[in-house]
């Protein structure tokens, strides 16, 4: 596990994720068609300076299982998912923990989280570090919009984000 950075497709109601592991956690968790995906995998390769290996990482069922309690309504917290965030500066690390403080079912605003932050006139600067997350789904930049209420940005696609957010709020538009 220590020589290479573990990957493998999974299978949501969204569609397929790549999952990366690096030895100390989940560092990617993304759809295909992110479009920072390669430059992201270019960075992790470069950060742990060792090759991507096409094979299931021993952490892989807990995430599995975790996302599937999430898509069946049944999980809105993803604790116990060790994350690695070791490829995003200060910056970006920090705007990813508030991230993962904003509860299930809520939405904020750009600038909501720019002053959760600390940080009330950075709000391109959060939008760009969301835009930048690693870990789709498990650090929820999902449930950032708008100042205006609409949704915006998402690398998924919007509609995945609307999926989500719906989801979060009980609806039956997934399955």
């Not at 094979?55 to 994350?83: C, G, M, S």
């Not at 789709?136 to 509609?159: D, E, Q």
Request: hydrophobic share 40%; charged share 15%.
């Amino acid at each position: 596990m220590k020589n290479f950075l573990h990957h493998t497709t999974l299978t949501t109601p969204l569609g397929e994720m790549l999952a990366v592991y690096s030895p100390t956690g989940l560092c990617l968790l993304d759809f295909p068609q992110g479009k920072h995906q390669d430059n992201t995998l270019a960075k992790l390769q470069a950060q742990w300076q060792c090759p991507l290996r096409e094979h299931p990482d021993p952490r892989l069922p807990l995430l599995q299982h975790a996302l599937q309690e999430y898509f069946a309504k049944q999980r809105h917290r993803f604790d116990d998912i060790a994350v690695d965030f070791s490829i995003g500066t200060a910056f970006q690390q920090s705007v990813w923990r508030v991230l993962q403080s904003i509860p299930y079912g809520k939405t904020i605003s750009y600038g909501e989280q720019a002053r959760l932050l600390g940080k009330p006139e950075a709000v391109r600067a959060v939008a760009a570090a969301n835009g930048r997350n690693p870990l789709s789904i498990i650090v929820p930049c999902h449930r950032v919009i708008g100042s205006n209420g609409k949704l915006t940005g998402y690398a998924g696609g919007l509609w995945r984000k609307q999926a989500l957010l719906a989801l979060e709020n009980g609806q039956n538009c997934l399955l």
